[in-house]
């Protein structure tokens, strides 16, 4: 077994093993995983922290030895918490919130005996739920973009998924996957900000996520990361004067 960590800024995890395959993902500097896979140019890998699975580039990420990758999960995560940064080894280089500094101490992150130097805002992921919406709001007015996990441009669950990293809680990435986690609340009035409130298609089928703000508000992310109102019956967009998506459940992550 290999294991592999990512030195780039944002890496596109693909479906498949080619350039025109669907990005289902992306993965940010500093996140570590197991490689399952490898052919010539794309290798398949599994994500450590919410062991989402898809293909990636050979040229796009380095190996670590299975004990820094054992470390790693042992580890508690340094967050970066900037919109964007740069972090520096012989040349600079921009790093998206969310990004993980392994090995962090003093200023330094270390991938594979290489050191790195940071100087940013970092936090070592605690969960505070009114911490929550604020992480939510650096996001706002970011483009939708399927697969996508950066301010640069995401999608719905994506967003959930690093809104709640930054607190230090580890959601899987799809909807369906995070709508299976926590308690579930019976009706819009008994969330509080920081809650998850899941919607499904005309199938029954979890297709988006979002966000429970205050005074029935939700931020999700729809062409871009926006604030609605939400009722029983789901997200109103008042700029088109309907319901854009319809409610499911509505649950309580921590």
């Known amino acids: 077994m290999q294991y592999g960590i990512s030195n780039l800024s944002i890496v596109p995890m693909r479906n498949e093993a080619a350039d025109q395959a669907e990005m289902v993902n992306q993965i940010l500097f500093g996140e ?3 490689v399952l896979e490898v052919r010539k140019k794309w290798s398949k890998i599994r994500l450590s922290h919410d062991k989402y ?4 580039c050979n040229k796009q990420w380095i190996e670590i030895p299975e004990e820094d990758y054992k470390q790693l999960d042992k580890d508690v995560s340094t967050i970066t918490t900037d919109i964007l940064d740069i972090i520096t080894k012989e040349h600079h280089q921009p790093i998206v919130i969310g ?3 392994p090995f962090y101490k003093s200023g330094h992150a270390l991938l594979n005996n290489e050191m790195y130097q940071f100087d940013g805002l970092t936090t070592p992921g605690f969960v505070k739920k009114e911490k929550l919406v604020e992480n939510a ?3 706002l007015n970011a483009p939708y973009l399927w697969g996508g996990r950066s301010p640069l441009g995401i999608d719905c669950s994506g967003f959930s998924q690093m809104v709640y990293r930054l607190q230090g ?3 899987p990435r799809d909807a369906y996957q995070q709508a ?3 308690t579930t609340l019976s009706f819009v009035e008994e969330s509080e900000p920081g809650d998850l409130a899941f919607f ?3 199938e029954g089928k ?3 996520v979002g966000i429970i703000l205050e005074d029935n508000h939700i931020i999700h992310a729809s062409g871009k990361v926006r604030i609605d109102r939400i009722d029983q019956q789901g997200i109103f967009n008042t700029e088109l004067g309907s319901h854009t998506h319809k409610l499911r459940l509505i649950k309580s992550i921590c």
């Not at 699975?53 to 990636?56: A, L, R, V």
Request: charged share 20%; glycine share 8%; aromatic share 12%.
């Open 32 to 34: 570590h995983f197991k």
């Open 53 to 56: 699975e898809g293909w990636i």
């Open 99 to 101: 990004s993980i500094l």
């Open 137 to 139: 709001l650096m996001y």
């Open 169 to 171: 809680v580890d959601l």
């Open 180 to 182: 299976k986690v926590g």
């Open 200 to 202: 499904d298609n005309n």
């Open 206 to 208: 979890i297709t988006h």
